[in-house]
């Protein structure tokens, strides 16, 4: 079946400017993960979202950064005012309610702040 | 809090010799322990787990077992080939932390030479 589905595959965009990442999950996966990964700081988790609610968002780095989720499906990541430091390649995860500790990664999001 | 440490790279090594990659981890509650594999121009794949002490996690010819008393998860394959040359991350997911969330160590480079 279909795995977990990211756009864009990358995004270039200048300082200042907002992004929209997009995730897809699997279908049924109720468990929804954003992660980080960057040179400096390795992969690191941002948001976790059940169903459409986000009960944990202690890995977002600041205010610049939120999160939605709709429909219990798609999430869209936003980034406000890029800085250079927000490039990196940032991924979904989505997991089965039943076996919350086995999470499938889509391909990421290469995202690239000049 | 939570954190993996495992050996730095890259680990070079000839086609059919054996692997070691170390993994420790510190955990405050019950961790399931976790490598994932990244190959070249792809996304994480989950290459196998352990959820308590002394489980022994396998796939594809890798082996991984849960030590509680060493509080170590090292990943071993007798004999590599030049396909499973990729970044390999050791993981844990708290039981404790109900959103599951996956702490990732620093992730060590493996190249495998004909």
């Known amino acids: 079946g279909a795995g977990v589905s990211q756009s864009p595959s990358n995004k270039v965009t200048e300082k200042g400017k907002d992004v929209e990442l997009r995730c897809d999950p699997i279908?049924?996966?109720?468990?929804l993960y954003w992660y980080r990964q960057s040179l400096g700081q390795g992969l690191e988790f941002l948001i976790y979202?059940?169903?459409?609610?986000?009960?944990?968002k202690s890995g977002l780095p600041s205010d610049r950064f939120s999160a939605e989720r709709t429909g219990g499906s798609v999430s869209t990541l936003t980034i406000q005012r890029t800085q250079q430091e927000d490039s990196a390649v940032y991924l979904c995860?989505?997991?089965?309610?039943?076996?919350?500790?086995?999470?499938?990664f889509g391909p990421g999001t290469r995202l690239t702040v000049l | 809090g939570n954190s993996v440490t495992q050996m730095e790279g890259p680990v070079t090594l000839s086609e059919e010799a054996f692997l070691t990659i170390n993994c420790t981890y510190t955990?405050?509650?019950?961790?399931?322990l976790f490598w994932y594999v990244q190959y070249p121009g792809e996304g994480l794949q989950l290459l196998l787990k352990?959820?308590?002490?002394?489980d022994k996690g396998s796939n594809k010819g890798f082996e991984a077992t849960y030590r509680k008393e060493t509080t170590s998860f090292h990943l071993e394959k007798g004999s590599v080939q030049v396909s499973d040359s990729a970044v390999y991350f050791c993981?844990?997911?708290?039981?404790?932390?109900?959103?599951?969330?996956?702490?990732f160590g620093s992730g060590t480079r493996l190249l495998v030479r004909p």
């Open positions: 995860a989505s997991s089965f309610q039943g076996s919350r500790d086995t999470q499938y």
């Open positions: 279908s049924g996966h109720t468990a």
């Open positions: 979202f059940q169903g459409n609610s986000a009960p944990d």
């Open positions: 955990a405050t509650g019950y961790p399931s």
């Open positions: 352990a959820t308590k002490a002394d």
């Open positions: 993981a844990l997911s708290d039981q404790a932390d109900s959103s599951y969330k996956l702490i």
